[in-house]
Structure formats: C-alpha cells, structure tokens
C-alpha cells in the first residue's frame, strides 16, 4: 500500500492549489480527481481576477481586500494566461447613484497596493471607444481595472507545477472509501481499472460541491458548516464591440453581468445567480438563463441579441459558504476551513473564489503542515506557475521573441501557443523546425506535437479535455472536430500501449 503525507480529494482550483503548496513544502502529496481537472466549478467561472466590486455593497471589505491583494501576486505568477483588464460602467440614473459608485471604487483603488493596474476614472461616452456599441441614452460611465484568467488552464498549471515537485496527480479517480486507522487514513480509490488503497497522514476534502457529500457519505464525519449551491451561467455570442474593454452592467434587480471579449471573435455574457438543487453533475443553463441574460445585454447595446444568437453557453454550480442570505447573488464568496483532529486530521473547504484560491491554499497548508512535522514556510506568493516565467513579465515581447525563434510558425498559431502555454511552449515544440515537424495537422491549427503534450504532460484523455478546457478550439473549429480529436485519442494510446508491451518484451 502506498503512503503518502497528505490525500487531497478534488482536482478544481482549491484542490491543485493546495497540492501545490504541499508538495512545494517537502510534503509527500497525492491529489485525486474524479472527473478532469477542472472538470466542472473551476473552468465555469466569469474568467475573472478580481476583487468583487459588488461585495463591496454587502459589506464584504475583508474579503475584497483579500481579492484585491491577490489580483497583483496572481497576475505576476503566470503573464500568459492572465492580465489586467478594463472595465466600463455605463451609469444608469434608474440604478446606484454617480456619488455612490464614485465611493466605492475610490474604496476599490485603494483597499490593496496596485502595481500592475491602473486607477479608476469618470469617462465620457462621446469621448471613449467603449460608447460606441452602447445605446445612446448611456451619456457618460466609469472605468476600473480588474483582471482576467484563463480558469481552466490555472487549474491545470497548478496541477503541473505540484506534479514537478513531487505530487501524483490522478485524475478520473474518484475517493470512494475513507477511514480512520490509528494515526493514517485509509483511503479507496476507483477508476476505470478498479480499486486500490492508500495509506495518508491527513486528508484534505477539496470537493468543491460535493464537500458534504464526501463528508457524510464517504468519510462518515459531521460538517459544523454548510454550503449553498449557486448556479452561475453564461453565454457566448459573435462580439458585440471591437474594442478591448470589458463592460459591468448593473441591472434593475440589483444583480450585475459583465460582457467581456472572448477568444478574439466572441462576446462571453455573464453570469445569472440562481439556487440549485439537482444533481451536481449534471447542471446546464435554462431557457430563463438564456432570456435574462440576452435581456440584460439588450439593456445597454444598441446591437440587440436573442437566444438564436447564442452560440455556446456554460454553466457552473458555485459551492458557497451558507450565509443564510436570502438572495443568491448576495451570498458570501469568502471561506472556511474546517480542521477536525479527531485521530488523522481532516481539513475540508467550504466556498471560495478563483481570485483567493492561493491564499485558501496557503492557510490549508500552514495548518496541516505542524501537525505532519513539517516547518517550511510559505512560498507560492513569489513564485511562476509553468510557463510563467516571462522575462519581465511582458508577455508580449515573449511573443515577438518567439517569433524570432520560430519564424516558421504563422502568426495566429504563435500567438495561440504563447498564450496557453508560455515559455513552456518550447518543451511543446521541441526540436521542431516547421510546421511538419509538428506532426499531421488534425484539426486546422491543432497539431500532434500539442495533442501528444496535452495527453503526456496535461492528463488530457478526451476532446472534451482538449477542446473545451485545455483550449477554447471548440469555439473555432468545424463541427466534426470533436470526432476527428477523439479518434486521434484512441490511435495514440493504442500506439503507446504497443510500444509499452514491446519495451516489457525487450527487458
């Protein structure tokens, strides 16, 4: 039986953070998931780095100072897949008073230091490109800074960066048994090859919504907090501007979307806050989403949209901390760590938010640590995720050295690459010396030195993983694609599992 220092159950943002952190420390770690990383939560966010502007209303300042503080370590940790954003606030006189908006993000610039992110300022729409594509009653607005995130990809990065120090990252691994046996854990894991158990010092239960769940029905101990479902959905339509502002709308019913550019020729509208109770696993957006969302949008655009112009949608169910807050999108986005020492310690996680997933990982990790004899201190606050090393942390002077480097690769490619994957982008393109070193050419823009990356290096194991979650190729690519990615899937691991065989037969 395998042993290990510390079990982490759930692959979204919490868990890889954690494992991270960890396994950074010296500590033995193992992170399981049972579906892909970031199979659900974590890559259904807003892509959003912020502080929440809005939870300033509900007088969150100690989470939005926490947020905020965390926008400026997380944007220099990993300059490809994250970066400052603008955004517009048309004023609506029927909503927030200009006084009251002009206080609060006066609040905003100055909760936490900034370096990367500029200052918030009045704008006149007669004045500014963002006025354009707003009806023309929206005289005049504000505009701040925030940041964006490729979710899905973080998750990932922090997965690959506790893999290169040590961790075993299982993904499509569910815990199905766990047990207390003198001063370990005895845990069940279960894929498709069946099951087989580990031993573990301490237990993290970083299952996102399914955190008690785990706790009643596979690890039998009580939960002293609760979690209130959310579901946030979004949509995607052809863009609605040209620009490369964001926009925030505040709408009638005190709730707020934002229409963000997305993936070059898209708009991404979002999000709704409606109570869930199905089944986790199973969450999509609804025909009210839909219509709320295109209502809300309509509100402010002069180019109108109706659910027939939707051409991709997602959804996600928010594991929130149960405030007992009546509204849905006025419940807590902060967090709490749970640590009973009961025999083997068991932390779980309730809540958080993408922006603070460090910190949570951080706190996890300096309360188990002691108690696994382990004294390092901290050190993520400092420190690249994969690909992150940016010289000076300009991501757009890398693209034009890589350029350079590789004046083979058309320019769109380049960019694409750049950005998912950082420096890291040479491991991927190897000793190759044009495109045809890369490979047959699957999908327009998608080659096979990437694909095999994605499955060795990423634990990508279907087209969902690849075209969804690793990338957003699926927006771009014909219909079909899907097909062609998984049948690619199924002739490489074949190939693999063939060479294998013959490497056991030549020993």
Known sequence: MDSYDLLVIGGGINGAGIARDAAGRGLKVLLCEKDDLAAHTSSA?????HGGLRYLEYHEFGLVRKALQEREVLLDAAPHIMWPLRFVMPHDAEQRPAWLIRCGLFLYDHLARRKRLAGSQRVRFDRHPAGAALKSRYH????????????????????????????????????VAARRSGDDWICTLQNGCGQREVRARALVNAAGPWVQQLLGGVIHAPARKAIRLVKGSHIIV??????????????????IIFAIPYEQDFTLIGTTDVDFHGDANQVAIDGDEVAYLCA????????????????????????????????????TRDYALELDRDGAPLLSVFGGKITTYRKLAEQVVDQLAPLLGNTRPSWTAGSHLPGGDLPAGDFD?????????????????????????????YALLGSADSLAALGAEIQ????????????DKEWATTAEDILWRRSKLRLHLPAGADAVVEAWLAAYHTSRNADSKTLLRAS
């Not at 027939?308 to 959804?315: H, K, L, N, Q, R």
């Open 140 to 175: 005049q607005g504000f505009v701040y800074s925030d940041g964006w995130v490729n979710d899905a990809r973080l998750v990932v990065l922090n997965a690959m960066d506790a893999a290169e120090r040590g961790a075993s990252i299982f993904t499509r691994t569910a815990c």
């Open 296 to 331: 809300m949008s309509n509100r402010y655009f002069e180019r109108q949209i109706t659910p027939a112009d939707v051409v991709a949608s997602y959804s996600g169910v928010r594991p929130l901390l149960d405030d007992e807050h009546g509204d849905a999108s006025g419940v």
């Open 444 to 455: 327009p823009g998608l080659y096979e030195a990437e694909l095999r990356y994605l499955v």
């Open 397 to 425: 002077a890398f693209l034009a050295a890589l350029q350079r480097d590789k004046p083979w690769l058309p320019a769109t490619l380049a960019a694409r690459l750049a950005r998912a994957y950082g420096s890291s982008v």
């Open 45 to 49: 966010s807003t892509k959003l780095i």
């Open 238 to 255: 052809n863009k609605l501007f040209e620009h490369p502002f964001a926009y925030i709308f505040q709408n009638p019913d005190k709730r």
